[in-house]
């Protein structure tokens, strides 16, 4: 059996040590004390940490099976894989380092229960017909790129699901790289994956990204782990005709969540650029998003998406998208961070509420900041809306909606027409920071509106109290003592 060479073991036993040292780093910067998201990603480090351990007493102690790739045929060198009519199958447990071009032909891994690691180095498959890449059965694969090197997934425009290993009934697969168990993404080399098919990389298991720098250019989503995904110190440059990434398990509230971690993100998407089924957490990473769905109306096309709750807690975020930016059907808590968001509809918008602790928030949009509930206790928001710039309304029941400002400075511009820039189906309550608004109608209320602390001022002008807007009227004329009444038809007052 071909052993891998001295360098080789080193430089990949080295790499793996860096592994697991970033693994076994469990914590995430930032707020995350209330993140369980971030503690199930604790839990399912120490498998992954496992799996790599054991891969490299593989690679040190027994050595590796080599595979080289050449045109429409491989060469096996070792146990537990065998090449013929173009299709390299691994049936055991083991680590095997694949080499070379194949220029149409694919590579799978059928090791029912059992561990694989692939090493790929400098590797280059192009499948017309299938899944260039497809995990059948294991019990978990990763796929290690070695580090330096450069390694190209492509697939043709059209499936034949006639082997035994594919389902057209259940469209297996449906990626170029495809794996119906757990998998690893892990090394400092690269990875380009060209989907001319459908999907650029897809779990139906769980799919964990660490180190890796990947390119996707998928014809529909471009990376998805079912049960969930995560991403750890990596460089995703993803294309797509849906969504961007995305975990999509909607039967176990346990699952279905993304962490981002340490990462750098660029994506373009057709249809959502990150997509949770349940949590998503961001922390310490870079995230460039672009959305553009052919029909926002009937498409969603949102920044970053979840069913569950959305914990941001600092990096760099630019989102432009036709739907919401930032959108949770539950809460949305941005703790610190740097946000540019240019949005055709709601910049931040939550079901139920929306929480700023902290942060530089730049808003252009059609709404500003959305929620039942909109609690600003820190940062540094500026709100340019075409419609209103916070916005608490009723989509929670037996929740009086509610804008509270603690601490932090909102500055909000509002556009010409009917608008408002604090407007609350609800109440209210500014209890310290700083307000300024420019605009015809500050604040549309149907509660209570009170001034207990801070400043706010309208027009370049400081107010002393919270004055209601009458539906059709327009801000100006004497009002109260040190508040601004409404007249139709008037003009910014200073209430002397």
């Known amino acids: 059996?071909?052993?891998?060479?001295?360098?080789?073991?080193?430089?990949?036993?080295?790499?793996?040590?860096?592994?697991?040292?970033?693994?076994?780093?469990?914590?995430?910067?930032?707020?995350?004390?209330?993140?369980?998201?971030?503690?199930?990603?604790?839990?399912?480090?120490?498998?992954?940490?496992?799996?790599?351990?054991?891969?490299e007493a593989s690679a040190a102690k027994d050595g590796a099976t080599s595979i080289t790739l050449s045109g429409s045929t491989a060469q096996v060198s070792g146990s537990?894989?065998?090449a013929e009519d173009g299709i390299v199958t691994i049936n055991q447990a083991g680590t095997y380092v694949l080499s070379g071009t194949m220029t149409d032909g694919r590579v799978i891994v059928d090791a029912q229960g059992q561990e694989v690691v692939?090493?790929?180095?400098?590797?280059?498959?192009?499948?017309?017909?299938?899944?260039?890449?497809?995990?059948?059965?294991?019990?978990?694969?990763?796929?290690?790129?070695?580090?330096?090197?450069?390694?190209?997934?492509t697939d043709g425009s059209t499936y034949n699901f006639n082997d035994s290993y594919s389902s057209q009934t259940d469209e297996e697969p449906n990626a170029c790289l495809f794996s119906k168990s757990d998998l690893v993404i892990a090394g400092e080399g690269s990875l380009t994956v060209n989907a001319g098919f459908n999907n650029g990389i897809t779990s139906k298991d769980t799919l964990q990204i660490e180190n890796a720098s990947l390119t996707v250019n998928a014809k529909a989503n471009g990376i998805g782990g079912k049960d969930y995904l995560t991403l750890k110190n990596a460089s995703l440059t993803v294309t797509s005709g849906a969504d961007g990434i995305r975990s999509t398990n909607d039967t176990d509230p346990t699952l279905g969540y993304v962490i981002i971690a340490g990462s750098a993100l660029k994506l373009n998407a057709g249809e959502d650029g990150i997509q949770a089924q349940t949590t998503l957490t961001v922390s310490d990473s870079q995230l460039d998003i672009t959305t553009s769905a052919a029909s926002a109306q009937t498409e969603s096309s949102k920044g970053i998406k979840a069913e569950g709750d959305i914990k941001?807690?600092?990096?760099?975020?630019?989102?432009?998208?036709?739907?919401?930016?930032?959108h949770s059907n539950?809460?949305?808590?941005?703790?610190?961070?740097?946000?540019?968001?240019?949005?055709?509809?709601?910049?931040?918008?939550?079901?139920?509420?929306?929480?700023?602790?902290?942060?530089?928030i730049d808003i252009t949009a059609h709404e500003g900041i959305e929620a039942t509930l909109v609690t600003i206790n820190g940062g540094e928001i500026t709100i340019n809306a075409s419609d209103d710039g916070i916005n608490a309304a009723q989509q929670t029941d037996s929740v009086t909606p509610t804008v509270e400002t603690?601490?932090?400075?909102?500055?909000?511009?509002?556009?010409?027409?009917?608008?408002?820039?604090?407007?609350?189906?609800?109440?209210i309550t500014v209890n310290g920071g700083t307000v300024n608004i420019t605009g015809q109608s500050a604040f549309d209320y149907?509660?209570?509106?009170?001034?207990?602390?801070?400043?706010?001022?309208?027009?370049?002008?400081?107010?002393?109290?919270?004055?209601?807007q009458f539906a059709g009227g327009m801000m100006?004329?004497?009002?109260?003592?040190g508040g601004f009444g409404a007249r139709p038809g008037g003009f910014p007052g200073n209430g002397q």
């Not at 590797?123 to 070695?146: D, H, Q, R, W």
């Not at 909102?410 to 407007?423: E, F, N, R, V, Y």
């Open 446 to 468: 149907d509660g209570q509106g009170t001034l207990n602390g801070g400043t706010v001022t309208v027009n370049g002008e400081k107010v002393s109290q919270l004055t209601n």
């Open 406 to 427: 603690n601490d932090g400075t909102l500055t909000i511009i509002m556009g010409q027409g009917d608008t408002d820039a604090i407007d609350s189906n609800g109440n």
């Open 476 to 481: 100006g004329g004497p009002g109260g003592q």
């Open 312 to 326: 941001l807690e600092g990096g760099t975020f630019t989102v432009n998208s036709t739907d919401d930016a930032i």
């Open 118 to 153: 692939l090493i790929l180095s400098d590797v280059s498959i192009s499948c017309s017909y299938s899944s260039p890449l497809y995990i059948y059965k294991s019990s978990k694969t990763t796929v290690y790129l070695e580090q330096g090197s450069q390694n190209v997934l």
């Open 1 to 55: 059996m071909k052993k891998m060479s001295l360098k080789k073991i080193v430089c990949f036993s080295l790499s793996l040590i860096l592994i697991i040292i970033t693994f076994c780093s469990c914590s995430l910067s930032g707020s995350k004390t209330e993140s369980t998201a971030a503690a199930d990603a604790g839990q399912t480090d120490e498998a992954v940490v496992n799996l790599l351990n054991q891969a």
């Open 330 to 360: 539950s809460n949305v808590t941005v703790y610190s961070g740097s946000y540019t968001l240019n949005t055709d509809d709601d910049a931040l918008h939550a079901d139920y509420q929306v929480t700023v602790n902290g942060g530089t």
């Open 80 to 82: 537990g894989a065998k």
